[in-house]
């Protein structure tokens, strides 16, 4: 794809099967619609994602070289679409016809198949263990520098000195991971009255944000904030004005130069009506569309430039207010800024986007419960779409606490909506329910989830022998896996700690602490021989389930056991199965699949 300023290459064919996928758009009387967008749309996030987009020529044309399996591919134009599940390589050519919404209530189950898994060929292993001395020489570096993190005893030392919360205190401490000497100094010159805006400050802005925001720049945020006034609550002064987390922006001093910048009689104008916020950069600062990679820019730089993209004009306006007492936000719906005025949220646009003002709606999302499913969560097992000229947008609630618990109660615009839930299969095909529905202005719906399941009698994939021996850490004494059989099964995880596919798993398995805690079978993570990284302790699992044990496969005992009873040799880790009590082996996993600790989870039911 080429641009004015940038080109777009596509390099998968260097390193995946892939083929040409043409698409013809037609209208309903089966002429070619030139100009109409083309979508290429692969499932991810709960939602569908378009990884190319492509224009239609003059024959109603559009192709894209792409790679095996299924995708959703959306066309649109002038509001018509249509869209239709391809499986590439079974099919070359896509003939979509453009149609007016019918705006109806429909349901629609779509099967997402992946592309059939192919061996991969073994790599040089003098190389792979040269790439295997500079990884452990990296982990040695990075295990030294974690080593100066503070530890909880220091950190509860400290909170009892200064009078605050232990648990607090170490929770914040020990998210801010290498920046902690930051937010210890933060805390640490906090004076007696500043400690509860001091704290909530910190509660307000994101984890990542912890590990790299100095303390002056938080400083300037809350020593450059207007007092809550009375008529509003602590909760909201917290997130919509005390908070220097906007959008996906970087966070950077900007309170003190935005009230520096105005004159005591236009701050005062700016309070009194905040639509003037908007006039004033409408009117000061030029629209700029040469940032092509949307990196958002700060309010201060915005202001010194006097030009700025769109985003970053909503995250100005949004500064700007909050820098004067005005509780605003960049709306997680639909993307507008916005104000709360006299208890209601007014929102805002600017030149570019100027369109008329849409009615609100009310929709609560109801789940009701799947077996061998936990509370769904957005971007993981659903998201709401709105449709906007032809294609469906997805609304942003990521890290919303409105979608954190059921029913969710969401105030949205009037408009055309999709509901997207999958659940995916430990063979990494996703079971996808589509709700289509229209919320009229000032209506109200309840709308409940369809989360699509199958559950089938597992295949017996082999028999695991239990006489295989490994070392339990901290003591290294000899364990046998017979001795952890019992009537609710067992999980062996064959690890190596230092590669990013076991990091990816153990953080998935330590998420759900609580559901593996909840089940009575064992949970053996052992080590694969030579595995064992430098500065390797029980503490790098902090937050492994109850009674999980940890081992060491030294004599690869486990991983002998394990291929024998399936049949063949594996090295790609990490390497899971799930065995009844009888050793009949139900599920195995190799490497890292995206939701293998929910497929495990679902997978327990079965045992029995």
């Known amino acids: 794809m080429k641009t004015t300023l940038y080109t777009k290459i596509n390099q998968l064919p260097i390193y995946a099967p892939s083929t040409k996928l043409l698409v013809i758009v037609k209208d309903t009387n089966s002429s070619p619609i030139q100009d109409a967008n083309v979508d290429f749309c692969l499932y991810n996030s709960a939602e569908f994602y378009p990884v190319a987009t492509k224009t239609t020529d003059t024959r109603g044309k559009a192709s894209v070289i792409t790679g095996l399996g299924d995708m959703v591919v959306w066309a649109s134009k002038d509001g018509q679409y249509a869209f239709a599940k391809i499986s590439v390589g079974n099919t070359d050519t896509l003939i979509l016809t ?23 060929e073994a790599v040089n292993q003098a190389k792979a263990e040269d790439n295997n001395r500079r990884l452990r020489g990296e982990d040695t570096i990075r295990e030294a520098y974690v080593a100066t993190f ?33 937010i210890m100094f933060y805390l640490s010159s906090l004076r007696v009255e500043e400690a509860k805006n001091g704290f909530d400050l910190l509660e307000a802005i994101t984890e990542k944000d912890l590990h790299d925001t100095p303390a002056s720049i938080l400083f300037d945020h809350l020593r450059h904030t207007p007092p809550k006034p009375e008529e509003l609550d602590q909760e909201s002064y917290m997130r919509f004005v005390l ?84 509780p605003a936000k960049i709306s997680q719906a639909n993307g507008k800024p916005g104000y709360l005025h006299e208890g209601k949220w007014e929102e805002i646009a600017f030149e570019q986007e100027i369109a008329p003002a849409l009615e609100k709606s009310k929709v609560a999302l109801y789940y009701d419960g799947v077996e061998g499913i936990e509370k769904p969560g957005y971007y993981t097992r659903f998201t709401l779409a709105r449709l906007e000229n032809g294609r469906f947008k997805t609304l942003d609630y990521e890290n919303d606490p409105s979608v954190s618990s059921f029913p969710c109660q969401l105030t949205v615009d009037a408009g055309y909506y999709m509901l997207v839930t999958g659940n995916r299969q430990s063979d990494g095909s996703v079971l996808c329910h589509l709700q289509f529905f229209m919320l009229p202005g000032g209506s109200s719906k309840d709308v409940h989830l369809t989360i699509r399941n199958r559950q089938k009698e597992p295949e017996i994939l082999g028999h695991l022998k239990a006489d295989a021996t490994f ?9 046998k896996l017979s001795s952890f059989k019992n009537d609710e ?44 990284p430098a500065g390797f302790s029980l503490g790098t699992y902090h937050k492994l389930p109850v009674d999980a044990i940890i081992g060491y496969d030294g004599n690869a005992e486990v991983a002998s056991a394990v291929c024998d009873a399936l049949g063949f040799s594996t090295t790609n880790l990490p390497v899971v199965i799930v065995c009844r009590k009888n050793g009949e082996i139900i599920m195995f996993s190799e490497g890292y699949h995206i939701g293998t600790g929910e497929q495990l989870l679902k997978t327990l039911r079965l045992l029995k």
């Open 243 to 326: 908070s220097p987390r906007i959008g996906r922006e970087l966070i950077t001093p900007w309170r003190s130069f935005i009230q520096q910048s105005f004159s005591k009689k236009q701050m005062k104008e700016f309070r009194k009506n905040p639509s003037k916020v908007a006039d004033w950069i409408n009117g000061y600062i030029k629209p700029d569309q040469t940032n092509y990679y949307s990196v958002p820019l700060s309010p201060k730089g915005v202001m010194q430039l006097g030009l700025a993209d769109t985003y970053s004009k909503k995250v100005l306006f949004v500064a700007i207010c909050r820098s004067l007492g005005i």
């Open 489 to 532: 099964g067992l999980i062996v995880f064959l690890i190596e700690p230092d590669k990013e596919p076991t990091k990816h798993l153990m953080e998935e398995i330590q998420a759900l602490q609580e559901p593996f805690s909840q089940w009575r079978g064992a949970l053996l993570f052992v080590v694969a021989k030579d595995k064992i």
């Open 98 to 120: 453009l149609q007016e919404p019918e705006y109806a209530e429909r349901e629609v189950d779509l099967d997402i198949i992946p592309p059939v898994a192919r061996s991969v």
């Open 150 to 182: 503070i530890d909880s005893a220091s950190a509860a030392a400290f909170a009892k000195d200064k009078g605050f919360s232990v648990s607090d205190t170490w929770r914040l401490l020990y998210n801010s991971r290498g920046n902690w000497k930051e």
């Open 471 to 479: 070392s339990g850490f901290p003591g290294m004494d000899t364990l």
